[in-house]
């Protein structure tokens, strides 16, 4: 039967209150940041690097202000204090600017046409995925290209082919070529003088022309010196307009003498004669079409040139339309047709190419780098991802790196003093049942979980493709933190007995042997979480990529945070005063160990995401055993008055020195052989420092329980035997 009526401990409701909150408040951004920092251009290394150098700073300030706690007791008001400063360098965060890092492509000539160019470092970064799916599609995307056209090379593709008039003809008043009539004829009382041969610049074309369907007739003057009289007698000092009849070049002379007519009508190959037309340089899509009429790309009269004084510009921006269907990786690069470009003005033009025009024998004519941005959001990350993969080598140290940098670590201390007090609080507020502790902290695990897995939805629901949009996140984040603030408020911290010495007492604790070989431990455990909480959604990631599953990546992975918390965390916090009274501290910390190698392990060879979860469920004692296992044999060797302080100590060693160490190396690991590699080399690992730490415990099991690197403090002394910190527990309880 149930009982009629529950006890409640209003005394502990306000650190369940904490613990719910405070890590609902963490858990929409702390499981993220590490994917954030990704996003915003970081590396495996640097991010590594980042996390590497955060939990030195943990390493100081956890100790450093348990001690200033302890010595002048305001734990209370030092705990609230970094939960404020935590809420605002989190929320800082937010408002760092964009690095505005340009995405950049090549210009590349296929097949006639112009075609985008982005080559990975290597092929093996290439998201086949991504590829796949755009080459799917249908549709077309318009990016704004910036290009670089400080090559006169490129600037004589884009006028010989693309056909921009008013970059390429704008300075040119008049053209000189010789031209060879060939037919004299009549209409509309005016006379048209066909040309069959055009020679310009020492260049022989046939001088075909466009009239209708869009395109304007040239109608300019032209000066004729003919060879041969009768024709010149009919020209004689006027000009004649250069025009287009049944697409060839002609005269059109209406100022003439019919006697001169008769003597020229029905010949044929009548005269060679130099013509001076006159162009209009405001208009200069009249010399285009002569040109393209012509097929004159070889003259130098063709040749791109600028109006008068003026430099041809640095760079050309347009928008261009790419085919998404064309989408193809060859080798390291990928590749995407560029169909037509819009200028600013409105006009459209066909970017067509040659790899080199006919008169050339020189290198490649086509080439230019562009900056783009499409209205494809998964374009943007294919040709990003491309430009990324080359910045390894390059300087990372942007304003933007130092900014969050320095807002990750305030952020960084604050969690980690708050942290370490919560724990010295519960522990006070517990008295003597210490083993009670798991039942307190396992409300942190329940608002981590469920709002670690609901932040990853929203996360999702709110994002277009795999660019994410964080700013859910960082609402909840303030809405959590900000009730942690106000329940914290009323929390009762009773006061605890005062060391004469805090030093002196910690320093005396720290040179005994168990506690010496419980610091080893828990570097060893903070190795293998440091590798967790930085690079496992890293990893996770990677996985989709190899099944194209990564538009609800986010999704995944807070489904992942739910199963560590509720299918691991909780249940294993639930009962770990009685699992730590039947197995005992030393045998749980090995356990802690070996879990951490099956887990890796688990890790290298899984090849589809969601195998991820099921593997989850050993957060349950990795983590879910571990943290009462640390906090209780840190709080029950602890001279009396030096709780915090010691509480501070080991936190730091755990994060200071373990997940630093886990960070880096991962991170190192990671850039250098990937993820699946680096979590077998972790878990292999593990399972040595599951090894050294059993014959450890067997070595100090056997030798004089009073033995130590000094004397120690006088608990250490009494319970050196093999599971010393459950005598401990067990004393307690009965001293209830």
């Known amino acids: 039967m ?35 920092a990704r996003q915003l251009g970081f590396s495996s290394s640097t991010v590594g690097l980042i996390y590497t150098v955060l939990p030195i700073f943990g390493l100081v300030a956890k100790p450093l202000f348990g001690v200033i706690a302890d010595r002048f ?20 965060i937010y408002f760092i600017p964009d690095s505005g890092s340009k995405v950049s492509v090549e210009l590349d000539c296929g097949d006639g046409g112009t075609v985008l160019r982005s080559c990975y470092n290597s092929a093996e970064q290439i998201d086949t995925c991504k590829v796949t799916s755009l080459a799917s599609q249908t549709s077309h995307a318009v990016c704004k290209m910036s290009c670089d056209m400080t090559s006169p090379k490129m600037w004589q593709t884009v006028c010989e082919h693309w056909h921009i008039p008013q970059y390429c003809y704008s300075n040119t008043k008049s053209i000189e070529y010789t031209s ?47 060879s041969d009289l009768h024709l010149a007698n009919l020209i004689g000092t006027n000009k004649a307009n250069m025009t287009c009849l049944d697409k060839t070049l002609n005269y059109l002379l209406c100022d003439y003498n019919a006697q001169d007519l008769a003597n020229v ?56 339309t790419i085919l998404l269907s064309t989408t193809i990786a060859e ?64 300087t990372q140290y942007t304003k933007q790196f130092w900014l969050f940098f320095l807002l990750m670590i305030i952020s960084w201390v604050g969690q980690a003093v708050v942290v370490t007090f919560a724990d010295a609080i519960c522990f006070n507020l517990l008295g003597t049942k210490i083993s009670l502790y798991g039942r307190q902290r396992l409300w942190g695990s329940v608002g981590f979980g ?25 609402v909840l984040m303030f809405v959590f933190m900000t009730g942690d603030v106000i329940v914290s408020c009323y929390l009762k911290v009773e006061s605890t007995k005062m060391s004469i010495n805090i030093l002196a007492d910690v320093g005396s604790l720290l040179t005994s042997l168990p506690t010496f070989v419980f610091m080893l431990w828990t570097i060893a ?26 538009e609800y990546v986010k999704t995944l992975q807070g489904l992942v945070s739910a199963i560590q918390t509720f299918g691991g965390e909780i249940p294993f916090m639930f009962v770990s005063g009685y699992l730590l009274r039947k197995f005992g501290h030393t045998n749980t910390m090995s356990l802690v160990l070996f879990a951490f190698g099956v887990r890796f392990i688990l890790y290298s060879i899984v090849t589809n995401p969601w195998w991820i979860l099921p593997i989850e469920m050993f957060q349950g004692i990795t ?114």
């Open 2 to 36: 149930l009982p009629s009526k529950m006890n409640v401990n209003r005394k502990l409701l306000p650190i369940k209150g904490h613990f719910f909150l405070f890590n609902a408040g963490t858990a929409p951004l702390v499981p993220y940041l590490s994917t954030y």
């Open 73 to 92: 007791k305001i734990q209370k008001s030092l705990f609230i204090l970094f939960q404020i400063v935590t809420i605002i360098s989190f929320s800082a």
């Open 180 to 226: 060879y009539i060939s037919n004299v004829t009549t209409k509309d009382s005016c006379v048209y003088m066909s040309s069959n041969n055009v020679t310009l610049d020492g260049f022989s074309y046939k001088p075909s022309c466009r009239i209708g369907s869009g395109y304007v007739d040239i109608n300019e003057p032209c000066s004729l010196n003919c």
């Open 265 to 320: 009508t029905g010949g044929s190959n009548l005269a060679k004669c130099q013509a001076n037309c006159d162009l209009n340089p405001q208009t200069p899509w009249q010399l285009m079409e002569i040109c393209e009429g012509w097929d004159a790309d070889a003259a130098r009269t063709c040749h791109p040139k600028t109006k008068e004084g003026e430099k041809f510009p640095d760079s050309l921006s347009f928008d261009g």
């Open 331 to 394: 080798h390291k690069c990928v590749y995407i047709q560029l169909n037509h470009i819009q200028m600013e003005d409105g006009s459209i033009h066909y970017p067509f190419c040659e790899s080199k025009a006919v008169y050339q024998v020189n290198a490649e004519l086509f080439h230019s780098t562009c900056n783009i941005s499409c209205d494809s959001e998964m374009v943007n990350e294919l040709f990003k991802s491309a430009s990324e993969s080359h910045k390894e080598d390059e």
């Open 450 to 474: 469920i709002f670690s897995l609901v932040t990853g939805v929203l996360i999702d629901v709110f994002s277009d493709g795999a660019v994410k949009n964080y700013s859910v996140a960082f």
């Open 525 to 550: 455990v903070g190795l293998c979480t440091g590798l967790i909480w930085q690079f496992l959604f890293w990893h996770i990631e990677d996985i989709s990529g190899l099944s194209c599953e990564g």
């Open 623 to 736: 983590f879910g055993m571990f943290y009462p296992t640390m906090t209780s044999y840190a709080t029950v060797v602890s001279p009396p008055g030096t709780e915090t302080t010691v509480q501070g100590v080991v936190g730091a060693v755990f994060e200071g020195v373990g997940t630093s160490l886990g960070s880096f190396v991962g991170g190192r690991l990671y850039t250098a052989y990937g993820g699946w590699n680096t979590f077998q080399y972790f878990g292999i690992g593990a399972f040595v420092a599951c090894a050294l730490h059993m014959l450890a415990q067997y070595a100090l099991r056997n030798r004089n329980p009073h033995a130590s690197l000094s004397q120690g403090y006088t608990s250490i002394i009494k319970y050196g035997q093999e599971n010393d910190t459950v005598y401990i527990l067990e004393d307690m309880d009965g001293a209830r």
